[in-house]
């Protein structure tokens, strides 16, 4: 059987080939996952990277050497030792370029583009981009939003593409004071 009857393109590569044949909606997901549109993680993901322990983990991120934040939506669940952490990405690897000996040198400006893809300058940041920065879901910022974390600009109301919006301004606010 030739490499045409099988469907496989042997310049492109069998991978390439293979997610060309997969369901569009699932080939959609398989390009989201990069460092763009996922800039921070959670424990697994850093684990899974550097190949270590949650507890060394921990230990980096207490260590600074890691750039880390608590996004726990309610303040009374921090005193008690549940966190709910997200990790640069860009932090993990520069760790693992530099094999341990370098932390991140971003400035916090950097570290906010980065993580939102917008400057700290830009007026309001909707609910879906704060989703997609703080790697959670709705129902999460749903949370730190009637936590009263974010100024809110607009309310969400029912039905699709009626996210709500904040101030970038208490948006970052929220999250320099969960820098840990």
Do not use: Y
Not at 38 to 44: F, K, M
């Amino acid at each position: 059987m030739s490499a045409t009857e099988t469907g496989l393109n042997l310049r492109r590569g069998v991978a390439a080939t293979l997610s060309a044949t997969l369901p569009r909606a699932i080939q959609l997901r398989l390009e989201v996952k990069t460092q763009r549109a996922r800039p921070l993680g959670d424990v697994n993901s850093a684990m899974r990277d550097l190949d270590l322990s949650a507890e060394e983990v921990f230990a980096l991120v207490d260590s600074g050497l890691l750039v880390a934040f608590d996004i726990a939506a309610r303040e009374d669940a921090r005193p008690t030792g549940r966190r709910c952490l997200r990790i640069l990405a860009r932090s993990v690897e520069k760790f693992r370029e530099s094999r341990g000996r370098k932390r991140l040198d971003l400035e916090w400006p950097e570290i906010f583009k980065t993580i939102f893809g917008r400057a700290i300058t830009h007026p309001a940041l909707t609910g879906l981009e704060v989703k997609r920065g703080l790697n959670c879901t709705r129902q999460h910022v749903g949370a730190l939003s009637a936590s009263g974390g974010f100024k809110v600009i607009n309310e969400a109301k029912p039905g699709r593409g009626n996210t709500p919006s904040f101030t970038t301004a208490s948006v970052e606010g929220w999250l320099k004071s969960r820098l840990l």
